[in-house]
């Protein structure tokens, strides 16, 4: 199978990479917490996947290397990247009330489902070209400002107990106010907002 990827695939998977690492690079923040430089390496692996993802689309128009196996290589390497790892660099950077892992699963759900929707309509999208013509909901690498937020947060030592919004306690769980702006942009990929695709 390694020997059927194109250029455009490995550089796909690259993005996949940097995805994984930043879940590492998390997880070593929630094993060391005085060492914020963890953190803020899971934070900037982030736009260097977005900057795979995005460059993985130029190769393969320019080689004409696009394939089915490439779209769904680019989807899975996407939830990773720009759903499950900003996820758990919240969940690192102290969202882990009840209400919280409620609204970060819900947030890469919806990662999930518009990254499935746009792979079946993507045919029905496409204009004489063969290119996608617009986005239906945002797309899942929007999410990079949600990790831009909580980068910020990182530098400015907001992180745990003293993270911006502070935590409420909702009947039996606590929901960290920062973690509203998940949901917010997990309901907006999943919405029928048509945004024109570069």
């Known amino acids: 199978m390694i020997r059927s990827f194109q250029l455009a695939d490995w550089i796909t998977v690259g993005n996949a990479c940097a995805g994984v690492a930043a879940l590492f690079a998390a997880m070593s923040y929630l094993q060391t917490p005085t060492e914020r430089g963890h953190l803020l390496a899971a934070c900037a692996l982030i736009p260097v996947a977005l900057v795979l993802d995005v460059l993985d689309g130029k190769v393969a128009r320019w080689r004409h290397e696009s394939s089915l196996l490439g779209r769904e290589l680019d989807s899975l390497a996407d939830i990773i990247s720009f759903g499950v790892?900003?996820?758990?660099?919240?969940?690192?950077?102290?969202?882990?009330?009840?209400?919280?892992?409620?609204?970060?699963?819900?947030?890469?759900?919806?990662?999930?489902?518009?990254?499935?929707?746009?792979?079946?309509?993507?045919?029905?999208?496409?204009?004489?070209?063969?290119?996608?013509?617009?986005?239906?909901?945002?797309?899942?690498?929007?999410?990079?400002?949600?990790?831009?937020?909580?980068?910020?947060?990182?530098?400015?030592?907001?992180?745990?107990?003293?993270?911006?919004?502070g935590v409420w306690l909702l009947g039996p769980w606590q929901l960290h106010p920062l973690v509203l702006l998940f949901a917010v942009s997990g309901t907006l990929m999943i919405s029928t907002l048509r945004i024109p695709k570069p």
Request: hydrophobic share 50%.
């Open 85 to 165: 790892a900003p996820a758990m660099i919240a969940y690192a950077a102290g969202m882990q009330g009840g209400w919280d892992r409620v609204i970060l699963v819900y947030f890469v759900a919806c990662g999930v489902s518009r990254l499935a929707r746009f792979n079946v309509t993507a045919e029905e999208l496409s204009g004489e070209e063969g290119k996608v013509q617009y986005f239906e909901g945002t797309p899942i690498p929007t999410s990079i400002v949600l990790v831009i937020v909580l980068a910020a947060a990182a530098w400015f030592d907001r992180l745990g107990e003293s993270i911006w919004g």
